[in-house]
């Protein structure tokens, strides 16, 4: 049998040259610069700790280390992508710093550089997000257009691999970057061993936690009037940070739950979701409960730590957030929703256009075709199976390097 893979109609990557810049804390990027490699791209990576160097070897492809303060990092970046003639920057999510820089960068030069962005899915599980960073990921949606339902794929999840990985992640940071790269400086805004004390917090309280779920549950399923759903979002979430109303998430929470004591139906309940990726740190539960209570509607306030939410959305009147992918996963589901930051499926035909205090009484259910159109154009335009560790990484990145392949240059 003859070995076509380096035939050039095989290498639709042939003569592009990519630059990685952050990714997660796995081995993803590996993963992703094998592939394009493998189309025949050229990979370099730009590494800003010591992870990143453990994570990465020469089968991903070239590696540059980044040792400077941030400030310099745009100067430091105009040098590499010169010195390697790049045509493509990937990077994961436009949050943190160095992306930022970089894609300022590239807007203020001019350089006829594609910026590319992945991220998880908005549409979850087994799905990764990724687009131009310049058009953005719904500027091709058409309203009226027609859009295929691509095949679903699952992967096996395990929560302690993916805990291992970023155990090993940021102790290699923790242990190493002092003498290495002195000037990395992570993203999040919990240090590690302060996140991974409110993880192991919150695992010796799981069996207080399970019974309060189950009450909380217990109780939602018993109300007969309208239930309105906040769902609450990580504090160190780009899409919060960056895309939010530029207040504390508890100022937005305690403005919403003072709207619903004025505003909505007496028989009407509350109910605040913690995300399942919280970290325990803050004790949100406390925090909900307090707010209701300083409010006088502790009685139809519902804090919610566990459970799922899809379950849920057939028993839901409306959905208030501030930008959570749960808001459009209400949207798909039919369930009037009111976005108050930027989320990408904000837009007349799909969420509430007027303010909370009128949401309550008059929500607004999104449109049934426009909804399952857009969600067929995310599903078919941006979205490729795969995840960020796991059986699923390999694919994921294939996926990813394939997606590229197949746009127009």
């Known amino acids: 049998m003859t070995n076509t893979s380096n035939h050039p109609q095989h290498q639709p990557l042939s003569g592009r040259r ?44 070239g590696y540059i280390p980044f040792r400077r303060p941030m400030a310099q990092f745009p ?120 996140e991974y ?54 100022a937005e929470l305690d403005e919403t739950i003072r709207s619903f004591r004025d505003h909505a139906s007496e028989q009407g309940m509350l109910v605040v979701k913690v995300h399942p990726l919280d970290n ?21 306030v519902v804090a919610l730590d566990g459970g799922q939410v899809e379950p849920l959305l057939d028993r839901l009147a409306g959905v208030i957030t501030i930008n959570s992918t749960v808001g459009l996963s209400a949207v798909l589901a039919g369930v009037p929703t009111l976005v108050l930051g930027q989320a990408i499926y904000d837009r007349p035909g799909l969420t509430e256009q007027h303010d909370r205090h009128r949401f309550w009484g008059q929500p607004t259910p999104p449109d049934p075709a426009l909804a399952a159109n857009f969600g067929r154009f995310l599903r078919s335009a941006v979205h490729v199976p795969g995840t960020f560790d796991g059986p699923g990484a390999p694919i994921g990145a294939a996926n990813i390097a394939r997606f590229i392949a197949d746009q127009a240059p």
Do not use: C
Not at 175 to 181: C, N, Q, R, V
Not at 285 to 299: F, K, T, W, Y
């Open 280 to 300: 325990g740190l803050r004790h949100w539960g406390q925090v909900i409960m307090q707010l209701a209570e300083d409010a006088g509607i502790s009685d139809r």
């Open 75 to 194: 100067a430091f970046l105009d040098q590499v992508l010169a010195d390697t003639g790049a045509t493509d920057l990937l990077m994961l999510g436009d949050g943190r710093d160095p992306h930022r820089l970089a894609l300022d960068l590239l807007d203020k030069t001019g350089a006829a550089v594609t910026p590319w962005i992945y991220e998880l899915g908005y549409l979850r599980p087994n799905l990764l997000t990724i687009f131009n960073g310049v058009t953005g990921p719904t500027s091709g949606f058409d309203p009226s257009g027609a859009y295929d339902a691509a095949p679903q794929q699952s992967f096996s999840h395990s929560f302690f691999r993916t805990g291992a990985l970023d155990f090993g992640w940021h102790l290699t940071n923790a242990l190493l970057s002092w003498a290495t790269y002195p000037h990395y400086r992570s993203h999040a805004i919990d240090g590690p061993v302060r």
């Open 197 to 250: 004390s409110g993880w192991a917090r919150k695992g010796l309280a799981s069996a207080r936690r399970k019974r309060a779920a189950a009450t909380a549950l217990a109780r939602i399923a018993a109300h007969t009037g309208p239930i309105f759903l906040v769902p609450l979002q990580l504090d160190t979430d780009f899409q919060l940070r960056l895309r939010g109303t530029g207040r504390p998430q508890v």
């Open 18 to 61: 990519f630059v990685l810049l952050q990714g997660p804390a796995s081995r993803f990027s590996l993963h992703l610069g094998h592939a394009l490699g493998g189309r025949g791209a050229q990979v370099t990576r730009i590494g800003f700790s010591p992870a990143d160097r453990l994570f990465w070897s020469a089968r991903g492809g």
